[in-house]
């Protein structure tokens, strides 16, 4: 694999129907040429992902709706010019010009304009969408720098974009607009509250909604076993799991771990194999929830790296970015897939 920070290459690999893994504001997408097929499937079977699942196509700042989607509502078009370039994604009835692969053979397609300058200028260089889904292997936490990408993907990337770390850290939000009334299908990067004021009140995904991957209960999961409770539940959390003989962290803001001088041992990956057995490791994430958001798929990483069995993290209130938290918590906590 290739890694770098040159456009020129970046652009000439797309046009040779090559995948790119580049930075966005929230995770680093794995890209490919949305108008080609054979570009587009190659995607799937880096990623390991069912074919079935759709892509999102990113767009550069100015590209008109009407050339990737029809029968474009009002609310869209006011959401596109409020958002974007920004961590949204919407969901529309899907143009001409979308690859069949991309959409699964949906009659939708996710488009979205990502603020990062380098995903930008990649997107201008290229001249035409670019479908990507998070740079990781299918089920696995997505990636915020270019070294989670490296050592998920590896060969299978033609180009690495390094564009430093992800500022926003979890994925986009997605609201689909295809429906009549604006559905939340992902709380993410762009929380609801800078949203309904232009759309109106965001329902939840209810059994209509398009099957999607990252909606499955068990998404976005580490290796190691999640526990997402209360903040006054992290104490008995820990208990329950220390009895049970687990290598135990607790991942939550610093200012949380005041309520808890016994959780003191401090975790870095290389200490980790000196901890005695019974000590229960401390991962600190900053306490404002944009910090929290930004660090929590690294962190999820790291617990992984050291060997940790369970991690407890205390869920934040579900306001602004909490949303999207607290959503990515339950998820790496929800039930195993099997591990293919
Ligand atoms: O922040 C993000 O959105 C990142 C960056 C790279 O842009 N991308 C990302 O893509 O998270 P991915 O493929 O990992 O997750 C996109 C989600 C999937 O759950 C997919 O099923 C859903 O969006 N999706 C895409 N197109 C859709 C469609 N037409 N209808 C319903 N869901 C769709
Ligand atoms: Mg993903």
Not at 37 to 48: C, D, L, N, Q
Not at 138 to 150: C, I, K, L, R
Not at 290 to 313: K, S, W
Request: glycine share 12%.
């Amino acid at each position: 694999m290739e890694r770098g920070a040159d456009l020129d290459r970046a652009v000439a690999v797309l046009r040779g129907g090559g995948l790119v893994a580049f930075p966005t504001e929230t995770v680093y997408g794995l890209g490919a040429d949305a108008a080609s097929e054979a570009a587009v499937a190659r995607i799937f079977t880096a990623k390991g992902r069912p074919r079935g699942h759709p892509l999102i196509v990113h767009l550069a700042e100015g590209a008109r709706l009407d050339d990737w989607a029809i029968e474009v509502p009002e609310a869209a078009r006011r959401l596109a010019r409020a958002a974007w370039p920004g961590p949204l994604t919407m969901i529309l009835r899907k143009g001409p010009r979308v690859a069949a692969a991309v959409t699964g053979g949906a009659e939708t397609v996710g488009l979205r304009v990502p603020a990062h300058p380098m995903a930008q200028a990649l997107l201008r260089g290229f001249g035409g969408g670019i479908a990507a889904p998070s740079a990781n292997r299918f089920g696995a936490v997505s990636p915020t720098t270019a070294d989670h990408v490296a050592s998920d993907l590896g060969d299978a990337v033609d180009y690495l974009l390094d564009g430093g770390a992800c500022e926003v850290g979890v994925e986009s939000t997605i609201v689909d607009l295809s429906r009549g009334r604006p559905v939340l299908l992902r709380p993410g990067g762009l929380p609801r509250e800078q949203i309904e004021p232009i759309t109106g009140r965001l329902e939840g995904a209810d059994a209509e909604a398009p099957a999607a991957p990252g909606t499955l209960a068990s998404h976005y999961a580490p290796r190691a076993e999640v526990l997402a409770v209360a903040p006054d539940e992290v104490p008995a959390a820990v208990a329950g799991a220390r009895r049970l003989g687990a290598k135990v962290a607790v991942l939550a803001p610093a200012a949380a771990f005041a309520a808890w001088p016994e959780l003191a041992a401090e975790l870095a990956p290389e200490l980790a194999a000196e901890l005695p057995g019974d000590a229960c490791r401390s991962y600190r994430l900053p306490d404002d929830v944009a910090g929290m958001a930004r660090g929590l798929y690294a962190a999820l990483r790291d617990l992984d790296a050291a060997g940790v069995d369970v991690v407890i993290a205390a869920l934040p209130p579900a306001v602004g970015l909490g949303e999207a938290v607290g959503d990515r918590l339950r998820r790496a906590a929800g039930p195993r897939r099997d591990p293919s």
